[in-house]
């Protein structure tokens, strides 16, 4: 999987026309590459030749951790559209020899133009001169920063369509959003800094995919270390051979493919184990960077050397850059960096955003097809899409904004075109700036021992494992308390289009006498807030910033921190929400504490990109998703139609129980076979009552529930709610709160996100949801906002009923509410029921506590075998007849009077001052009065039979077993 996630190759699909046949030919191309020329590597090479030749050639290199075989599907789209394809392995990987150099230019850009040798030999290929191919360029991400290499070197590079790749993997890797009194940067040759924030975690993929063993599935082999001589097994040469030292079959073949066999012969292993198949440069670079968080001047003048910025202003072939919105790894200031200093040097530029990245999805057909069309028309070959020439061969700028549906291939999206590319920064012509004010005060901001726990922003890689996830990933960022500084607008009245970077001027200080505090290292991230409260983080993108020089005094110190580049529609009634943190999961932070202090600079507030431009296309809908969509709607209407001829008189009201919380009548259900769950039950429950619904195992109070819900239809009988009679979706069912048989939470959202979502589902307006009333009854404090997952049965329970408390119904039911909870949080139970009816509502609880019913509920009912058995208030149903408890002075002459009296039987003497009778009919005032005539001091006179014992007489002693 992490091959999948690094290696940045777009996977191209044909149409499902008839595709011109292709045939291809493998070939092991050998090249004598190194500084001095005298390092030997094979690459391993597959050709894709079109139905008609010769043709323009396209150079096709592929992402990093992949091989020629990752970009098969794309090469034959390419070469059904009529071009020559070369794909090729990449020294180290697949099947080539050679070490990883990370493009560098005496290593992979010249073995790339060992390959352009190559195609100018073959036939099938256009030539503009000896040894000059017609060449394009293309690849995505390490592939695509190879196509601008090999342009800024070679002139005989044509056109190129990078995509997805940098411009300096110095800042890529070590971004820096701002330093003292200064805004973002990306410095000029010569001019860099270590003191970028290392990308920990998206570098850490990188190194594993090319550290991998050898052998047999693994990448290739790797040549001697460089600057070592070796011995090739063939005389030196500085041309390619097109003989390997096994000969490759020149007869077209199928995908043979590079994932298997051993490496050619020529290979030599060595070098660093921990490094697996980079150079030991790059590898003593890694380590540095990865041990330290830091990179030296050496490491850094490394990766500016192996990066397309060190060639940037050489380039003349006209450029095609698609860069991705949803790109944590190689961001839109990658290839802004990229067309500002290609434009400066005088070459032309086109610059595309898409909805995409390394993050989420590759590019679709139609921007397959302008990147074939920027190829064609450059190289001599016709296009295939509609738009005029000038669209597609000038210099502009596109962007993309995605839509809410998505076809089966990619998302539905907006294009927007501006004539020109306004670049990311402050002073772009082309970029218009939107103020919105922040609020906020200065907000102090730990880091935590270690840097640990750590705040999320994003996940590398999440994005590309299903269609939805990148979405999904926007929403997964998370916020360490005591680590965060919040600072929030008001919510904007009309949509802004945000299109690039936008900027704040804060303030960072440390607290006076703190050691070590001269330097902090923060995150700042810009999220979309919803009205309902809920965040998305755009492109889960965050700008790193390492601010230097803090004074020992806590003075402040400000910078302008430019934000990562987004495109993001933000509704109207919608916030943004600026938050800066002192840890990121993706980046290394220092393990020392720390405390700082956020505050806000002037009153400039957040300034916001808009580029003005007009919508060129619109994706809509496949005719065939039109057609699911329109016999979902029939259906949906033929439901509709049936649901309401079967509803029974919907508008059926009794106007004199339109006072009465619920009354059953007759209530039977009955199912096939014979069993009667609910036999004839009626009662009625009124304002202010809390009522325990009784019964055994099977009695029918689930049952009876149900059918109250509107789940289960009555065979017969009725069921009002205040007045209104209840059936399936009846629209009085929206004033009972309910959670029968129990309720279910998605486990990775917190107690709070539940509650939204479900009462989201309801369609009804928030405001009317309660949300702190519901919690406030249920009483889970600051709870609510962990993750559900983590709860004890207790607490989802008080969840559940906070859940069904949503809205404050007028009739809240509750199926065995106490299950799971201790006796601490059963009496809060009880307090929570209680309190909710003495507000003037009803509650109708089902439960096997008998003794918790008799101290909560006012009124019982009790079911046995689907029959109503008793009916009433608690202390009257306990205090009918039974045995009665006396505290006298004197017990043992109590028990002689009482023994005497008629009808009296089972006295029993409890203690000096207790007796216990069984009084049957005898009235307790005739037992009172008997007592006083002997001199019987009686002082307290009450019943002694529980709610359990009158249980236990209604339905039989075996009911409770």
């Not at 503009?128 to 090999?150: E, F, H, I, K």
């Not at 995409?356 to 590759?362: L, N, Q, V």
């Not at 075109?417 to 901001?445: D, F, H, I, K």
């Not at 916030?575 to 956020?598: E, F, G, I, K, M």
């Amino acid at each position: 999987m992490v091959l999948a996630v690094v290696a940045g190759a777009v996977v191209w699909s044909s149409s499902g026309s008839a595709a011109p046949p292709v045939t291809t030919r493998d070939a092991t191309v050998d090249v004598l590459d190194g500084p001095a020329r005298d390092q030997r590597v094979q690459l391993s090479t597959r050709l894709y030749l079109p139905e008609n030749t010769p043709a323009p050639a396209v150079l096709l290199a592929h992402g990093f951790g992949g091989s020629r075989d990752t970009v098969a599907e794309q090469a034959r789209e390419l070469a059904q559209r009529g071009f020559v394809v070369l794909t090729y392995s990449a020294r180290g990987f697949g099947l080539s020899t050679g070490k990883i150099a990370l493009n560098a230019p005496d290593y992979e850009v010249y073995d790339a133009q060992k390959l352009l040798d190559y195609l100018a030999r073959q036939p099938e290929v256009i030539t503009d001169g000896p040894d000059d191919p017609r060449v394009g360029v293309t690849g995505a991400s390490y592939g695509g920063a190879l196509a601008l290499m090999l342009a800024g070197t070679d002139k005989r590079v044509d056109a190129i369509a990078p995509v997805i790749t940098y411009n300096d993997l110095s800042q890529a890797l070590l971004p820096n959003a701002a330093t003292t009194g200064q805004t973002a940067r990306t410095p000029a040759a010569g001019a860099f800094s270590g003191d970028g924030v290392f990308k920990r975690s998206w570098a850490g993929l990188l190194f594993s995919a090319g550290a991998g063993p050898r052998g047999a599935g693994a990448p290739g082999g790797g040549a001697a270390n460089p600057g070592a001589t070796q011995q090739p097994t063939q005389p030196p040469t500085d041309q390619p051979s097109d003989q390997p030292t096994q000969p490759p079959s020149e007869q077209p073949t199928g995908a043979s493919g590079d994932q298997g066999g051993q490496p050619p012969a020529g290979d030599a292993t060595g070098g660093p184990v921990s490094c697996g198949n980079f150079t030991d440069e790059i590898c003593r670079a890694y380590v540095e960077v990865a041990t330290t968080g830091r990179a030296s001047q050496q490491t850094m003048d490394l990766l500016h050397s192996v990066s397309p910025v060190s060639v940037a202003e050489h380039i003349t072939a006209p450029t095609l850059l698609v860069q991705g919105e949803q790109d944590t790894l190689f961001g839109l200031d990658q290839a802004d960096a990229t067309a500002r200093q290609i434009s400066q040097a005088g070459g032309t530029v086109k610059v595309i955003w898409y909805p995409g990245g390394h993050d989420a999805d590759s590019p679709g057909p139609d921007l397959r097809a302008t990147i074939g069309d920027w190829l064609a028309t450059h190289l001599g070959l016709p296009r295939t899409s509609t738009l005029d020439t000038a669209a597609v061969t000038t210099a502009g700028f596109e962007y993309s904004i995605q839509g809410p549906l998505r076809t089966q291939r990619a998302p539905t999206v907006r294009t927007v075109a501006a004539p020109t590319y306004p670049g990311l920064g402050t002073e772009s012509p082309g970029t218009q700036r939107q103020s919105l004010a922040l609020a906020g005060n200065p907000q102090p901001v730990l880091r935590p021992p270690g840097g640990s726990p750590t705040s999320i922003s994003a996940i590398p890689g999440l994005g590309t494992q299903t269609a939805t996830s990148s979405q999904l990933a926007n929403r997964l960022a998370l916020d360490m308390p005591g680590q965060t500084a919040q600072f929030t607008t008001e919510p904007v009245t009309e949509q802004i289009l945000v299109a690039g970077a936008p900027t704040v001027r804060l303030r960072i200080s440390s607290p006076a006498g703190q050691q070590g505090a001269d330097e902090a290292v923060l995150f700042a991230k810009l999220y979309d807030v919803a009205a309902d409260g809920s965040r998305t983080l755009p492109g889960s993108a965050v700008a790193p910033l390492r601010v230097t020089g803090l004074p020992a005094d806590g003075s402040p110190v400000e910078v302008t921190v430019t934000l990562p580049g987004i495109v993001r529609p933000v509704a109207a009634g919608h916030r943004l929400q600026l938050v800066v943190t002192t840890t990121d999961l993706a980046y290394a932070t220092p393990v020392q504490p720390a405390t700082h202090v956020v505050a806000l600079a002037g009153d400039q507030g957040l300034a916001l990109p808009v580029v003005p431009g007009r919508t060129v296309t619109a994706d809509s809908l496949p005719t065939g998703a039109l057609w699911g969509i329109g016999v979902v709607l029939a259906v949906c209407l033929v439901l509709g139609l049936v649901s309401l001829v079967r509803r029974r008189h919907p508008e059926d009201v009794a106007e004199d129980l339109t006072g009465v919380p619920l009354v059953i009548d007759g209530l039977t259900k009955s199912y096939p076979g014979g069993l009667t769950a609910v036999r004839d039950l009626s009662f009625r429950v009124e304002r202010g009552q809390v009522l325990g619904l009784l019964g055994p195992n099977g009695a029918g109070k689930t049952t009876t529930l149900r059918m109250l819900m509107g789940l289960v239809r009555p065979t017969e009988g009725s069921i009002r709610v205040f007045g209104h009679q209840v059936s399936p979706g009846a629209p009085v069912l929206s004033r009972i709160g309910s959670f029968v048989e129990g309720a279910g939470f998605l486990p990775h959202l917190s107690g709070a996100a539940n509650l939204r979502l479900y009462w989201a589902a309801t369609g009804r307006p928030e405001e009317q949801a309660h949300f702190d009333e519901a919690l406030e009854i249920a009483g889970l404090g600051s709870a609510v906002y962990r993750k559900v997952r983590t709860y004890s049965q207790g607490m989802r329970q008080r969840l559940a009923i906070a859940q069904a408390m949503l809205g404050l119904p007028d009739l809240l039911v509750l199926d065995e509410p106490a299950n799971g909870l201790d006796p601490p949080q059963i009496h809060q139970m009880r307090a929570v029921l209680r309190r909710y009816a003495a507000t003037g509502r009803t509650v109708l609880v089902s439960s096997h506590l008998l003794a918790e019913v008799e101290q909560t509920c006012s009124h019982v009912v009790v079911m046995h075998r689907g029959q109503l058995v008793a009916a009433g208030p608690v202390g009257e149903i306990v205090a009918d007849g039974g045995e009665v408890s006396f505290r006298v002075d004197d017990a043992e002459t109590a028990a002689r009077v009482l023994r005497e009296l008629p009808g009296v039987t089972k006295v029993t003497v409890a203690g000096p001052d207790q007796v216990h009778a069984e009084l049957d009919a005898v009235p307790r005032a005739t037992a009172v009065a008997s007592l006083v005539r002997a001199d019987v001091a009686v002082e307290q006179v009450s019943p002694r039979r529980r709610l359990e014992d009158v249980f236990l007489e209604l339905v039989g002693e075996g009911a409770a077993r």
